[in-house]
């Protein structure tokens, strides 16, 4: 009996470690990889496009959470030495451009898009479309507008932003704030909308 634990327990291992094996494969090839950039496990890499580009991942960055870009449209491109937390999720049907030495919590959300129309008929046609084909590669009346987070923010956990909003360098923003607004270079900003509470250093 302990032989047989101990195989099944060789094979369940063996097995555990192709299907990360492959796992890891298709995230590569959903996504261009910088030089010395990882994907943890945790990580997701949903790229709904035909064309690799649409995720950049620069030099030295380290993922755990998940990166999507939509069917329609969307980039997501992230500068070296980057972190982006387990559980984050960074969405794009626009542009999300992320610069170089950006600490990104767990549990954020970051989203340059509405998701879904204003229109409760559409959004009826929408979802029967994602459930039956996938993400549409065209989608009208959803509103989108690019995000920049510039090098050496740091976002904190269970943070959210939102559509159409740059951060400048250098800023922070505080665990669970809601970012609606662009926020300066060095400003420290929390609360739900962000204020800016303080000033962080060069």
Known sequence: MKTF???????????SRLVEKAELL???????????????????V???QAKREAIVIAARSQILGQLLVLGHGGI??????????????IW???SIAIGDRVLISHN??????????????????????????????????VASAPIVIE???????????????RIGRGAIVGAATVVTKDVPAYAIVAGNPAKTIGHAEP
């Open 76 to 89: 997501i491109k992230i500068g070296e030495s980057c972190f982006v937390g387990e559980h984050s999720r």
């Open 151 to 165: 090098d050496d923010a740091w976002i904190g956990f269970n943070s959210t932003i939102l559509k159409g909003v």
């Open 46 to 48: 949903e790229n709904n």
């Open 108 to 141: 954020v959300n970051i989203h340059d898009h509405n998701a879904h129309s204003l229109s409760a008929e559409k959004r009826r046609l929408h979802i029967i479309e994602i459930f039956s084909k996938g993400h549409p590669v065209h989608l009208e009346d």
């Open 92 to 94: 794009s049907a626009d």
């Open 5 to 15: 634990f101990k195989l099944a327990h060789k094979f369940f291992c063996t097995f």
């Open 26 to 44: 298709h995230k590569k090839e959903s996504c261009l990889l910088g030089e010395g950039a990882h994907l943890h496990p945790s990580s997701r």
